[in-house]
Protein backbone atom coordinates (compact mmCIF):
# COMPACT_ATOMS: atom_id res chain seq x y z
CA UNK A 1 0.00 0.00 0.00
CA UNK A 2 1.25 3.32 -0.69
CA UNK A 3 2.10 5.72 2.06
CA UNK A 4 1.04 9.35 2.52
CA UNK A 5 4.52 10.22 4.10
CA UNK A 6 7.68 11.34 3.36
CA UNK A 7 8.79 8.06 3.34
CA UNK A 8 6.96 7.59 0.51
CA UNK A 9 9.23 9.74 -2.17
CA UNK A 10 12.40 8.28 -0.66
CA UNK A 11 13.90 5.01 -2.48
CA UNK A 12 14.81 3.54 1.32
CA UNK A 13 13.58 4.73 4.75
CA UNK A 14 14.03 3.10 7.69
CA UNK A 15 11.56 4.49 10.56
CA UNK A 16 12.08 3.78 14.32
CA UNK A 17 13.81 0.23 13.63
CA UNK A 18 15.03 -1.90 16.58
CA UNK A 19 16.32 -5.48 16.14
CA UNK A 20 17.46 -7.69 18.72
CA UNK A 21 18.98 -11.19 18.90
CA UNK A 22 17.84 -12.42 22.40
CA UNK A 23 19.85 -10.16 24.90
CA UNK A 24 22.13 -8.27 22.47
CA UNK A 25 20.03 -5.49 21.21
CA UNK A 26 21.80 -4.78 17.16
CA UNK A 27 20.01 -1.67 15.95
CA UNK A 28 18.25 0.31 18.65
CA UNK A 29 14.98 2.88 16.99
CA UNK A 30 17.17 3.69 13.84
CA UNK A 31 15.38 6.05 11.53
CA UNK A 32 17.63 6.24 8.31
CA UNK A 33 15.88 7.35 5.14
CA UNK A 34 18.23 7.56 1.57
CA UNK A 35 18.54 9.90 -1.43
CA UNK A 36 20.06 8.71 -4.35
CA UNK A 37 23.76 8.76 -4.61
CA UNK A 38 26.05 6.77 -2.37
CA UNK A 39 25.95 6.55 1.19
CA UNK A 40 28.71 4.96 3.08
CA UNK A 41 27.84 3.08 6.46
CA UNK A 42 30.37 3.12 8.40
CA UNK A 43 30.40 1.33 12.39
CA UNK A 44 32.85 -0.77 14.57
CA UNK A 45 32.50 -4.33 14.20
CA UNK A 46 28.87 -5.18 15.87
CA UNK A 47 27.91 -2.15 15.22
CA UNK A 48 24.83 -3.33 13.49
CA UNK A 49 25.61 -3.03 9.77
CA UNK A 50 24.71 -5.71 8.59
CA UNK A 51 21.83 -6.11 10.63
CA UNK A 52 20.90 -2.69 9.15
CA UNK A 53 21.40 -4.07 5.85
CA UNK A 54 19.26 -7.15 6.57
CA UNK A 55 16.35 -5.48 7.21
CA UNK A 56 16.53 -2.45 4.58
CA UNK A 57 16.81 -5.24 1.84
CA UNK A 58 13.50 -6.99 2.88
CA UNK A 59 15.72 -9.97 4.61
CA UNK A 60 15.07 -9.71 8.19
CA UNK A 61 11.88 -8.30 9.41
CA UNK A 62 12.50 -6.08 12.28
CA UNK A 63 11.33 -6.52 15.77
CA UNK A 64 9.64 -2.74 16.03
CA UNK A 65 9.45 0.15 13.27
CA UNK A 66 9.10 -0.21 9.54
CA UNK A 67 11.23 -0.08 6.49
CA UNK A 68 9.64 1.53 3.33
CA UNK A 69 11.35 0.65 -0.46
CA UNK A 70 10.05 3.48 -2.70
CA UNK A 71 6.86 3.81 0.00
CA UNK A 72 5.76 0.01 0.19
CA UNK A 73 7.03 -2.26 2.94
CA UNK A 74 8.84 -5.57 1.78
CA UNK A 75 7.48 -7.66 4.73
CA UNK A 76 3.81 -7.28 3.59
CA UNK A 77 4.58 -6.65 -0.11
CA UNK A 78 7.40 -8.84 -0.90
CA UNK A 79 7.13 -7.55 -4.64
CA UNK A 80 8.98 -4.25 -3.40
CA UNK A 81 11.94 -6.14 -2.95
CA UNK A 82 12.02 -6.56 -6.69
CA UNK A 83 13.77 -2.81 -7.15
CA UNK A 84 16.51 -4.31 -4.47
CA UNK A 85 19.69 -5.72 -5.39
CA UNK A 86 21.57 -7.27 -2.59
CA UNK A 87 25.30 -7.94 -2.01
CA UNK A 88 26.24 -9.50 1.31
CA UNK A 89 28.89 -11.15 3.37
CA UNK A 90 28.48 -14.85 2.18
CA UNK A 91 26.55 -14.17 -1.94
CA UNK A 92 27.84 -17.16 -2.85
CA UNK A 93 27.37 -18.79 -6.57
CA UNK A 94 26.65 -22.14 -6.59
CA UNK A 95 29.90 -23.29 -7.47
CA UNK A 96 28.34 -26.73 -9.10
CA UNK A 97 27.09 -24.74 -11.96
CA UNK A 98 28.44 -22.38 -14.62
CA UNK A 99 28.38 -18.45 -13.97
CA UNK A 100 26.12 -17.90 -16.71
CA UNK A 101 23.54 -20.66 -15.29
CA UNK A 102 24.05 -18.83 -11.77
CA UNK A 103 23.04 -15.70 -13.51
CA UNK A 104 20.76 -16.94 -15.71
CA UNK A 105 18.80 -18.87 -12.69
CA UNK A 106 19.13 -15.26 -11.06
CA UNK A 107 17.19 -13.47 -13.57
CA UNK A 108 14.63 -16.21 -13.71
CA UNK A 109 13.93 -15.76 -9.75
CA UNK A 110 12.98 -12.21 -10.70
CA UNK A 111 10.83 -13.30 -13.83
CA UNK A 112 13.44 -11.74 -16.72
CA UNK A 113 12.25 -13.26 -19.76
CA UNK A 114 15.10 -15.80 -21.83
CA UNK A 115 16.03 -12.67 -24.13
CA UNK A 116 16.24 -10.07 -21.15
CA UNK A 117 18.53 -12.27 -19.13
CA UNK A 118 20.81 -12.78 -22.27
CA UNK A 119 21.14 -9.09 -22.76
CA UNK A 120 21.56 -8.09 -18.86
CA UNK A 121 23.78 -11.01 -18.05
CA UNK A 122 26.49 -9.50 -21.09
CA UNK A 123 25.49 -5.99 -19.99
CA UNK A 124 26.79 -6.88 -16.62
CA UNK A 125 29.62 -9.24 -17.57
CA UNK A 126 30.58 -6.42 -19.62
CA UNK A 127 30.27 -3.66 -16.86
CA UNK A 128 32.18 -5.96 -14.58
CA UNK A 129 34.69 -7.47 -16.71
CA UNK A 130 33.79 -11.33 -16.26
CA UNK A 131 32.76 -12.01 -20.13
CA UNK A 132 35.82 -14.67 -19.74
CA UNK A 133 34.38 -16.29 -16.72
CA UNK A 134 30.77 -16.89 -18.08
CA UNK A 135 31.22 -20.34 -18.81
CA UNK A 136 33.37 -21.41 -15.76
CA UNK A 137 32.12 -23.25 -13.26
CA UNK A 138 31.18 -21.08 -9.83
CA UNK A 139 33.95 -23.30 -7.59
CA UNK A 140 36.69 -22.47 -10.35
CA UNK A 141 36.64 -18.79 -9.41
CA UNK A 142 39.14 -16.47 -7.08
CA UNK A 143 38.04 -14.76 -4.50
CA UNK A 144 38.44 -11.26 -6.53
CA UNK A 145 36.50 -12.98 -9.93
CA UNK A 146 33.69 -14.17 -7.20
CA UNK A 147 33.03 -10.82 -5.77
CA UNK A 148 32.76 -9.75 -9.69
CA UNK A 149 30.17 -12.03 -10.32
CA UNK A 150 28.37 -11.81 -7.50
CA UNK A 151 28.01 -7.59 -8.29
CA UNK A 152 26.94 -8.89 -11.56
CA UNK A 153 24.23 -10.81 -9.89
CA UNK A 154 23.16 -8.20 -7.79
CA UNK A 155 22.53 -5.65 -10.84
CA UNK A 156 21.22 -8.36 -13.45
CA UNK A 157 17.83 -7.16 -12.81
CA UNK A 158 18.50 -3.36 -12.94
CA UNK A 159 17.81 -2.65 -8.98
CA UNK A 160 17.28 1.12 -8.38
CA UNK A 161 18.48 0.57 -4.52
CA UNK A 162 21.78 -1.59 -3.97
CA UNK A 163 22.99 -3.00 -0.77
CA UNK A 164 26.72 -3.74 -0.74
CA UNK A 165 28.16 -4.89 2.03
CA UNK A 166 32.50 -4.43 1.84
CA UNK A 167 32.12 -5.07 -2.12
CA UNK A 168 35.72 -4.38 -2.89
CA UNK A 169 37.54 -6.19 0.08
CA UNK A 170 39.71 -8.80 -1.33
CA UNK A 171 40.27 -7.92 -4.61
CA UNK A 172 43.64 -6.93 -5.95
CA UNK A 173 44.24 -2.80 -6.18
CA UNK A 174 43.83 -2.32 -9.92
CA UNK A 175 40.33 -4.29 -9.54
CA UNK A 176 39.62 -3.07 -7.15
CA UNK A 177 40.12 0.21 -8.59
CA UNK A 178 38.20 -0.36 -12.07
CA UNK A 179 35.51 -1.26 -9.08
CA UNK A 180 35.25 1.75 -7.66
CA UNK A 181 34.38 3.57 -10.98
CA UNK A 182 31.85 1.19 -11.58
CA UNK A 183 30.05 1.64 -8.30
CA UNK A 184 30.62 5.76 -9.17
CA UNK A 185 28.85 5.09 -12.22
CA UNK A 186 25.95 2.94 -10.27
CA UNK A 187 25.70 5.70 -8.19
CA UNK A 188 24.92 8.01 -10.74
CA UNK A 189 21.39 6.24 -11.26
CA UNK A 190 20.82 4.43 -8.11
CA UNK A 191 20.98 4.60 -4.60
CA UNK A 192 23.65 3.03 -2.78
CA UNK A 193 24.21 2.25 0.52
CA UNK A 194 27.43 0.31 1.18
CA UNK A 195 29.54 -0.69 4.46
CA UNK A 196 32.84 -0.70 3.79
CA UNK A 197 35.63 -0.32 7.02
CA UNK A 198 37.76 1.71 3.61
CA UNK A 199 37.86 5.31 4.73
CA UNK A 200 40.46 6.20 2.11
CA UNK A 201 37.56 4.63 -0.21
CA UNK A 202 34.45 5.75 1.37
CA UNK A 203 36.19 9.55 1.54
CA UNK A 204 36.34 8.90 -2.45
CA UNK A 205 33.14 7.41 -3.19
CA UNK A 206 30.56 9.04 -0.98
CA UNK A 207 28.16 11.58 -1.16
CA UNK A 208 26.80 10.55 2.55
CA UNK A 209 27.94 9.11 5.62
CA UNK A 210 26.06 7.05 7.51
CA UNK A 211 27.47 6.16 11.28
CA UNK A 212 26.67 2.89 13.63
CA UNK A 213 27.56 2.74 16.67
CA UNK A 214 26.27 0.06 19.16
CA UNK A 215 23.40 -0.59 17.00
CA UNK A 216 22.24 2.99 17.18
CA UNK A 217 22.12 5.72 14.17
CA UNK A 218 24.64 8.23 15.55
CA UNK A 219 25.36 10.50 12.19
CA UNK A 220 23.56 10.85 8.47
CA UNK A 221 25.18 13.37 6.64
CA UNK A 222 27.49 14.69 3.76
CA UNK A 223 31.16 14.67 4.88
CA UNK A 224 31.52 18.08 5.35
CA UNK A 225 28.39 18.49 7.55
CA UNK A 226 29.37 15.93 9.93
CA UNK A 227 32.81 17.51 10.15
CA UNK A 228 31.05 21.08 10.73
CA UNK A 229 28.93 19.58 13.18
CA UNK A 230 31.47 17.61 15.19
CA UNK A 231 33.69 20.34 15.28
CA UNK A 232 36.25 19.18 13.12
CA UNK A 233 36.34 21.52 10.17
CA UNK A 234 37.26 24.00 13.11
CA UNK A 235 39.82 22.25 14.25
CA UNK A 236 43.72 23.56 13.47
CA UNK A 237 46.15 20.02 12.54
CA UNK A 238 49.77 19.74 12.37
CA UNK A 239 52.07 16.98 11.14
CA UNK A 240 54.99 16.50 13.15
CA UNK A 241 57.19 15.21 11.27
CA UNK A 242 58.98 12.69 14.17
CA UNK A 243 60.15 9.31 15.29
CA UNK A 244 57.66 7.15 17.07
CA UNK A 245 59.64 7.94 20.52
CA UNK A 246 57.81 11.51 20.23
CA UNK A 247 54.29 9.61 21.54
CA UNK A 248 54.93 9.87 25.03
CA UNK A 249 55.98 13.66 24.84
CA UNK A 250 52.72 14.42 22.97
CA UNK A 251 51.18 13.08 25.55
CA UNK A 252 52.57 14.34 28.11
CA UNK A 253 52.41 18.11 26.90
CA UNK A 254 48.52 17.08 26.81
CA UNK A 255 47.93 16.47 23.16
CA UNK A 256 46.07 13.41 21.89
CA UNK A 257 48.34 11.92 19.10
CA UNK A 258 47.71 9.55 15.78
CA UNK A 259 50.25 8.02 13.66
CA UNK A 260 49.84 8.84 9.92
CA UNK A 261 53.18 7.28 8.03
CA UNK A 262 56.10 9.14 9.18
CA UNK A 263 54.21 11.65 10.98
CA UNK A 264 52.23 12.73 14.36
CA UNK A 265 49.16 14.11 13.48
CA UNK A 266 48.57 16.68 16.70
CA UNK A 267 45.21 19.51 17.03
CA UNK A 268 46.33 22.86 18.48
CA UNK A 269 44.87 24.44 20.99
CA UNK A 270 43.37 27.82 20.03
CA UNK A 271 46.06 30.00 21.30
CA UNK A 272 48.90 27.59 19.77
CA UNK A 273 50.94 27.79 17.40
CA UNK A 274 52.89 25.06 15.14
CA UNK A 275 56.23 26.07 16.56
CA UNK A 276 54.96 25.87 20.03
CA UNK A 277 54.76 22.20 19.38
CA UNK A 278 58.01 22.33 18.19
CA UNK A 279 59.47 23.83 20.86
CA UNK A 280 58.24 21.83 23.75
CA UNK A 281 59.01 18.82 22.01
CA UNK A 282 62.58 19.60 20.83
CA UNK A 283 63.12 20.96 24.86
CA UNK A 284 62.08 17.51 25.88
CA UNK A 285 64.88 15.94 23.68
CA UNK A 286 62.84 14.85 20.70
CA UNK A 287 64.31 15.31 17.28
CA UNK A 288 61.58 16.89 14.72
CA UNK A 289 62.50 16.93 11.61
CA UNK A 290 59.64 18.97 10.07
CA UNK A 291 55.84 20.00 10.66
CA UNK A 292 53.10 21.20 8.12
CA UNK A 293 49.64 21.86 8.23
CA UNK A 294 47.31 18.72 8.36
CA UNK A 295 43.95 18.30 6.59
CA UNK A 296 40.82 17.19 8.67
CA UNK A 297 39.67 13.78 7.13
CA UNK A 298 37.01 10.96 7.17
CA UNK A 299 39.78 8.70 9.98
CA UNK A 300 39.55 12.19 12.31
CA UNK A 301 35.71 12.39 11.51
CA UNK A 302 35.63 8.34 12.14
CA UNK A 303 37.24 8.77 15.64
CA UNK A 304 35.61 11.89 17.05
CA UNK A 305 32.14 9.89 16.20
CA UNK A 306 33.56 6.56 17.90
CA UNK A 307 34.47 7.87 20.65
CA UNK A 308 31.12 9.10 21.40
CA UNK A 309 30.31 5.32 22.66
CA UNK B 1 0.01 -12.71 1.34
CA UNK B 2 1.16 -15.57 -0.08
CA UNK B 3 0.93 -15.53 -3.97
CA UNK B 4 1.13 -18.93 -5.44
CA UNK B 5 2.11 -17.63 -8.98
CA UNK B 6 4.94 -16.50 -7.55
CA UNK B 7 5.71 -19.71 -5.56
CA UNK B 8 5.70 -21.56 -8.89
CA UNK B 9 8.29 -19.47 -10.49
CA UNK B 10 10.50 -19.57 -7.95
CA UNK B 11 9.76 -23.38 -7.78
CA UNK B 12 10.98 -23.79 -11.71
CA UNK B 13 13.38 -21.95 -11.10
CA UNK B 14 14.72 -23.83 -7.89
CA UNK B 15 14.36 -27.31 -10.11
CA UNK B 16 15.99 -26.08 -13.12
CA UNK B 17 19.00 -24.70 -11.08
CA UNK B 18 19.21 -27.83 -9.55
CA UNK B 19 18.45 -30.43 -12.45
CA UNK B 20 21.37 -28.39 -13.93
CA UNK B 21 23.84 -28.95 -10.86
CA UNK B 22 22.99 -32.09 -10.24
CA UNK B 23 22.59 -33.52 -13.82
CA UNK B 24 22.40 -37.22 -14.84
CA UNK B 25 23.16 -37.78 -11.39
CA UNK B 26 19.43 -37.29 -10.94
CA UNK B 27 18.59 -40.12 -12.65
CA UNK B 28 21.41 -42.82 -11.77
CA UNK B 29 20.16 -43.58 -8.47
CA UNK B 30 15.97 -44.07 -9.41
CA UNK B 31 17.76 -46.10 -12.31
CA UNK B 32 20.50 -48.36 -10.48
CA UNK B 33 18.09 -49.00 -8.04
CA UNK B 34 14.90 -49.79 -10.56
CA UNK B 35 17.60 -52.41 -12.17
CA UNK B 36 17.83 -54.07 -8.85
CA UNK B 37 14.82 -54.09 -8.13
CA UNK B 38 14.02 -56.13 -11.64
CA UNK B 39 17.15 -58.64 -11.09
CA UNK B 40 15.31 -59.46 -7.53
CA UNK B 41 12.44 -60.43 -9.08
CA UNK B 42 14.12 -61.81 -11.72
CA UNK B 43 15.66 -64.39 -9.11
CA UNK B 44 11.98 -64.86 -7.53
CA UNK B 45 10.90 -66.05 -9.91
CA UNK B 46 14.18 -68.65 -10.79
CA UNK B 47 14.66 -69.86 -7.56
CA UNK B 48 11.83 -68.50 -5.39
CA UNK B 49 13.45 -70.80 -2.33
CA UNK B 50 16.24 -67.99 -1.75
CA UNK B 51 13.61 -65.85 -0.21
CA UNK B 52 13.28 -66.19 3.31
CA UNK B 53 10.88 -68.00 5.28
CA UNK B 54 9.44 -65.09 6.85
CA UNK B 55 9.13 -63.21 3.82
CA UNK B 56 7.00 -65.99 1.59
CA UNK B 57 4.96 -66.24 4.23
CA UNK B 58 4.17 -62.46 4.38
CA UNK B 59 4.10 -62.19 0.51
CA UNK B 60 1.75 -65.35 0.53
CA UNK B 61 -0.77 -63.59 2.95
CA UNK B 62 -0.28 -60.21 1.29
CA UNK B 63 -1.12 -61.84 -1.93
CA UNK B 64 -4.42 -63.08 -0.85
CA UNK B 65 -5.61 -59.79 -0.19
CA UNK B 66 -5.65 -58.61 -3.70
CA UNK B 67 -6.25 -62.63 -6.25
CA UNK B 68 -8.29 -65.12 -5.95
CA UNK B 69 -5.54 -67.35 -7.46
CA UNK B 70 -1.70 -66.93 -9.46
CA UNK B 71 -0.03 -69.32 -11.40
CA UNK B 72 3.21 -69.42 -12.10
CA UNK B 73 5.84 -67.27 -10.63
CA UNK B 74 3.67 -66.17 -7.39
CA UNK B 75 6.50 -65.19 -5.46
CA UNK B 76 7.70 -62.21 -8.12
CA UNK B 77 4.26 -61.41 -8.31
CA UNK B 78 3.83 -61.10 -4.93
CA UNK B 79 6.84 -58.71 -4.55
CA UNK B 80 5.80 -56.36 -7.62
CA UNK B 81 2.38 -56.21 -6.33
CA UNK B 82 3.29 -55.97 -2.69
CA UNK B 83 6.77 -54.68 -1.71
CA UNK B 84 7.37 -52.66 -4.57
CA UNK B 85 5.25 -49.27 -3.70
CA UNK B 86 7.19 -49.85 -0.04
CA UNK B 87 10.49 -50.17 -1.62
CA UNK B 88 9.49 -47.16 -3.57
CA UNK B 89 8.66 -45.68 -0.71
CA UNK B 90 11.55 -46.11 0.96
CA UNK B 91 13.53 -45.04 -2.03
CA UNK B 92 11.46 -42.09 -2.31
CA UNK B 93 12.11 -40.31 1.13
CA UNK B 94 15.99 -41.20 0.49
CA UNK B 95 16.08 -39.61 -2.32
CA UNK B 96 14.15 -36.52 -0.97
CA UNK B 97 16.37 -36.08 1.95
CA UNK B 98 19.68 -35.24 -0.14
CA UNK B 99 17.37 -33.03 -2.59
CA UNK B 100 16.30 -30.56 0.35
CA UNK B 101 19.91 -30.95 1.52
CA UNK B 102 20.87 -29.94 -1.69
CA UNK B 103 18.28 -27.24 -2.29
CA UNK B 104 18.07 -25.88 1.67
CA UNK B 105 20.75 -26.60 3.40
CA UNK B 106 23.89 -25.67 0.98
CA UNK B 107 22.05 -23.15 0.15
CA UNK B 108 21.59 -21.88 3.81
CA UNK B 109 25.46 -22.71 4.58
CA UNK B 110 27.01 -21.51 1.46
CA UNK B 111 24.95 -17.97 1.85
CA UNK B 112 23.33 -17.94 -1.03
CA UNK B 113 20.12 -18.29 1.30
CA UNK B 114 20.48 -14.77 2.34
CA UNK B 115 20.53 -13.61 -1.24
CA UNK B 116 17.60 -15.60 -2.53
CA UNK B 117 15.57 -13.72 0.87
CA UNK B 118 16.22 -10.71 -0.72
CA UNK B 119 14.79 -11.27 -3.71
CA UNK B 120 11.08 -10.48 -4.34
CA UNK B 121 9.33 -13.29 -1.89
CA UNK B 122 8.07 -13.90 1.65
CA UNK B 123 9.58 -15.88 3.93
CA UNK B 124 6.82 -18.45 3.57
CA UNK B 125 6.78 -18.11 -0.09
CA UNK B 126 10.40 -19.25 -0.21
CA UNK B 127 9.46 -22.25 2.23
CA UNK B 128 6.76 -23.69 0.16
CA UNK B 129 9.20 -23.27 -3.09
CA UNK B 130 11.50 -25.26 -1.33
CA UNK B 131 9.14 -27.92 -0.39
CA UNK B 132 7.34 -28.11 -3.17
CA UNK B 133 10.89 -28.30 -5.25
CA UNK B 134 11.86 -31.47 -3.54
CA UNK B 135 8.88 -32.63 -3.73
CA UNK B 136 8.85 -32.93 -7.38
CA UNK B 137 12.32 -33.84 -7.92
CA UNK B 138 12.00 -36.59 -5.26
CA UNK B 139 8.73 -38.06 -7.12
CA UNK B 140 9.94 -37.25 -10.73
CA UNK B 141 12.72 -39.61 -9.37
CA UNK B 142 10.32 -41.99 -7.89
CA UNK B 143 8.42 -42.24 -11.44
CA UNK B 144 11.42 -43.51 -13.14
CA UNK B 145 12.20 -45.96 -10.61
CA UNK B 146 8.37 -47.05 -10.30
CA UNK B 147 8.89 -46.99 -14.72
CA UNK B 148 12.08 -49.06 -14.54
CA UNK B 149 11.78 -51.28 -11.67
CA UNK B 150 8.17 -52.18 -12.07
CA UNK B 151 7.59 -51.49 -15.33
CA UNK B 152 10.78 -54.18 -15.79
CA UNK B 153 9.37 -56.51 -13.11
CA UNK B 154 6.46 -57.18 -14.71
CA UNK B 155 8.20 -58.14 -18.24
CA UNK B 156 9.65 -60.21 -16.16
CA UNK B 157 6.67 -61.47 -14.64
CA UNK B 158 5.07 -61.76 -17.97
CA UNK B 159 7.38 -63.31 -19.86
CA UNK B 160 8.07 -66.30 -16.80
CA UNK B 161 4.57 -67.53 -18.31
CA UNK B 162 2.72 -65.95 -14.63
CA UNK B 163 -1.31 -65.97 -14.99
CA UNK B 164 -3.53 -64.40 -12.23
CA UNK B 165 -7.52 -64.40 -11.90
CA UNK B 166 -7.49 -60.97 -10.87
CA UNK B 167 -10.40 -60.34 -7.88
CA UNK B 168 -10.21 -56.28 -7.30
CA UNK B 169 -7.99 -55.28 -9.58
CA UNK B 170 -7.31 -51.26 -9.43
CA UNK B 171 -6.61 -51.71 -5.67
CA UNK B 172 -2.87 -53.16 -7.05
CA UNK B 173 -2.79 -49.46 -8.09
CA UNK B 174 -3.71 -47.84 -5.07
CA UNK B 175 -0.35 -48.71 -3.13
CA UNK B 176 1.19 -46.89 -5.83
CA UNK B 177 -0.06 -43.58 -4.24
CA UNK B 178 1.90 -43.67 -0.58
CA UNK B 179 5.28 -43.57 -2.35
CA UNK B 180 3.63 -39.85 -3.54
CA UNK B 181 2.66 -38.75 -0.14
CA UNK B 182 5.79 -40.42 1.75
CA UNK B 183 7.84 -38.40 -0.80
CA UNK B 184 6.02 -35.53 0.24
CA UNK B 185 6.65 -35.88 3.97
CA UNK B 186 10.24 -36.72 3.39
CA UNK B 187 10.64 -33.33 1.31
CA UNK B 188 8.59 -31.50 4.31
CA UNK B 189 10.75 -32.51 7.09
CA UNK B 190 14.05 -32.93 5.22
CA UNK B 191 13.49 -29.11 4.10
CA UNK B 192 12.14 -28.09 8.04
CA UNK B 193 15.86 -29.52 9.26
CA UNK B 194 17.94 -28.32 6.90
CA UNK B 195 16.36 -25.07 7.58
CA UNK B 196 16.71 -25.53 11.42
CA UNK B 197 20.05 -27.21 11.43
CA UNK B 198 21.96 -26.05 8.21
CA UNK B 199 25.14 -26.96 9.79
CA UNK B 200 23.90 -30.69 9.24
CA UNK B 201 23.94 -30.14 5.47
CA UNK B 202 27.78 -29.88 5.53
CA UNK B 203 28.83 -31.42 8.57
CA UNK B 204 26.58 -34.84 7.87
CA UNK B 205 25.86 -34.80 11.64
CA UNK B 206 24.82 -33.24 14.51
CA UNK B 207 21.12 -33.17 15.76
CA UNK B 208 19.31 -32.89 12.33
CA UNK B 209 20.26 -36.22 11.52
CA UNK B 210 18.61 -37.87 14.15
CA UNK B 211 15.39 -35.52 13.10
CA UNK B 212 15.77 -37.00 9.61
CA UNK B 213 14.84 -40.34 10.78
CA UNK B 214 11.21 -38.73 11.65
CA UNK B 215 10.87 -38.50 7.53
CA UNK B 216 12.04 -41.98 7.29
CA UNK B 217 9.23 -42.68 9.58
CA UNK B 218 5.65 -43.71 7.24
CA UNK B 219 8.23 -45.37 5.18
CA UNK B 220 10.08 -48.08 7.42
CA UNK B 221 6.25 -48.36 9.34
CA UNK B 222 5.02 -49.55 5.66
CA UNK B 223 7.78 -52.42 5.39
CA UNK B 224 7.33 -53.37 8.85
CA UNK B 225 3.53 -53.72 7.68
CA UNK B 226 4.07 -56.11 5.14
CA UNK B 227 7.06 -58.19 6.12
CA UNK B 228 5.64 -59.05 9.66
CA UNK B 229 2.71 -61.18 8.47
CA UNK B 230 0.04 -59.10 9.66
CA UNK B 231 -3.40 -59.65 8.32
CA UNK B 232 -4.13 -55.98 7.39
CA UNK B 233 -5.77 -54.96 3.93
CA UNK B 234 -2.85 -53.41 1.84
CA UNK B 235 -6.02 -51.34 0.71
CA UNK B 236 -6.61 -49.96 4.03
CA UNK B 237 -2.56 -49.39 4.16
CA UNK B 238 -2.58 -47.27 1.00
CA UNK B 239 -5.60 -45.20 1.39
CA UNK B 240 -5.06 -44.62 5.45
CA UNK B 241 -1.53 -43.82 4.25
CA UNK B 242 -1.76 -41.67 2.03
CA UNK B 243 -4.57 -39.76 3.65
CA UNK B 244 -2.68 -39.70 6.64
CA UNK B 245 0.42 -38.62 5.62
CA UNK B 246 -0.55 -35.84 3.16
CA UNK B 247 -2.75 -34.73 6.29
CA UNK B 248 0.45 -34.32 8.22
CA UNK B 249 2.62 -33.00 5.69
CA UNK B 250 -0.72 -30.08 5.24
CA UNK B 251 -1.17 -28.95 8.84
CA UNK B 252 3.16 -29.30 9.01
CA UNK B 253 3.41 -26.89 6.04
CA UNK B 254 0.96 -24.43 7.10
CA UNK B 255 1.98 -24.50 10.74
CA UNK B 256 5.93 -24.39 9.82
CA UNK B 257 5.14 -21.67 7.26
CA UNK B 258 3.63 -19.53 9.28
CA UNK B 259 6.32 -20.07 11.91
CA UNK B 260 9.45 -19.45 9.49
CA UNK B 261 11.79 -16.84 10.60
CA UNK B 262 14.65 -16.25 8.55
CA UNK B 263 17.00 -14.79 11.69
CA UNK B 264 18.46 -18.55 12.82
CA UNK B 265 19.48 -19.06 9.24
CA UNK B 266 21.59 -15.88 8.96
Given at each position: MALSTPANDSPLAIEDVSVSYGNIQALSTVTLQLESGLTALLGPNGAGKTTLFRVGAGILPPDTGTVYLAGRDPFTDPAAKTDVGYLGHGAALDGRRRVRANLDSWGRTYGLDETARENRIARVADRFEFADLL????????RGQHQRVALGRATLHDPSVLFLD???????PTTADRLRTELETLAAERTLLYATHNLHEAAKLADRIAFLLDGQLIAHDEVDSLLAKTGLKEDRRVAVDAGVDAEDPLRSLGYDPTRQGDAWVVTLGADEEPADVVAALVEQGVRVSGIRRADVDLNDLYRRLEAQR | MTDWRRIWRLTRTLLEAEVGARGRSLAFYPVGFGMLFVAVTAIAVISPSMLTGTTQTGLKMALGQYFTSVSGPRFAVALVVVQAPVLISIFSVVVATPTARSLAGRRVSSGEFETLLAAPYSHAEIFLALVVTAFMLAVSQTVVLAFVGVGGAWAVIIAAGARFALSIGPIIYAPYLVPFSVALWGAFVATVVYLVYPETALSGAGTGNLLLLIAYLPAFGLLGLTTTSTPVSPLFVAVTGFVGVSMLTGIGVVAIQNWFRPTRLL
Open positions: DRPGEALSEPTSGLD | -
